[in-house]
């Protein structure tokens, strides 16, 4: 099956610093990447999407300007979390979309933890 | 809004106990079902089911959807204690957005 990693699997960060969340499709090109976030015993909440080439696409309440997302090629879409604070600190999680006519499939990454200080 | 609803949240069997786990759906423009496995780490993909009534099944694990109900379940027999997971559904609408429920913790002792 499709591979995606992400990078790095764990980070620990001070507050008011920026995290760069890496995640790459290694056996396909991907258009389409989706970043979510999963606090502790809840489920994923889709961040946005992102799309190769153009602007992501927020989802209600999600800070655009906090969470930068580059999608600058169709093998790499980064999450930049800007002035990370506490409450950040969560499970980001990427994932690729390989759209079909009549199927898609999803494939998840390994995810980042990312622990606020 | 698309909305995904699991049940139970939590569930303790004992080894060897079948287990049945339900989730039901509103998702405008269906196009499909899908049902991971998260452990530890991000969720593995079970399942991805589109068309009514169609069972499919991996060794102990089975999944079935009904779009008249706009449900599906899925059944894992003889349990394990690696089957110790939170099992979550999700749906896709035309939007190719992935809509999850709040999962299942499903817990098997020895």
């Known amino acids: 099956g499709a591979v995606v990693s992400q990078h790095p699997s764990r980070v620990i960060c001070k507050s008011g610093t920026s995290v760069k969340i890496e995640c790459r499709s290694l056996?396909?090109?991907?258009?389409?990447m989706f970043w979510y976030r999963q606090f502790p015993k809840q489920s994923l909440m889709l961040m946005a999407t992102s799309n190769e080439g153009s602007k992501a696409t927020y989802e209600q309440g999600v800070e655009k300007d906090k969470f930068l997302i580059n999608h600058a090629s169709l093998t790499l879409s980064t999450l930049t979390v800007t002035s990370a604070h506490p409450e950040d600190s969560s499970f980001y999680i990427c994932s690729v979309l390989l759209a079909g006519d009549l199927t898609d499939t999803q494939y998840f990454g390994p995810g980042t933890r990312l622990t606020v200080l | 809004e698309d909305k995904v609803v699991q049940s139970p949240l939590s569930l303790v069997v004992h080894e060897g106990d079948t287990v049945t786990l339900n989730c039901s759906y509103e998702v405008t423009n269906f196009r499909s079902l899908l049902w991971y496995k998260q452990e530890k780490k991000a969720p593995t993909f079970l399942f991805m089911l589109t068309s009514s009534g169609i069972e499919k099944k991996s060794g102990r694990l089975s999944s079935i959807l009904d779009k008249k109900e706009l449900s599906s379940i899925l059944n894992i027999t003889a349990t394990q204690t690696g089957d110790s997971a939170i099992y979550l559904c999700a749906v896709r609408g035309s939007n190719y957005k992935l809509t999850f429920g709040k999962g299942t913790l499903l817990t098997v002792n020895p």
């Open positions: 056996d396909f090109q991907a258009t389409t």
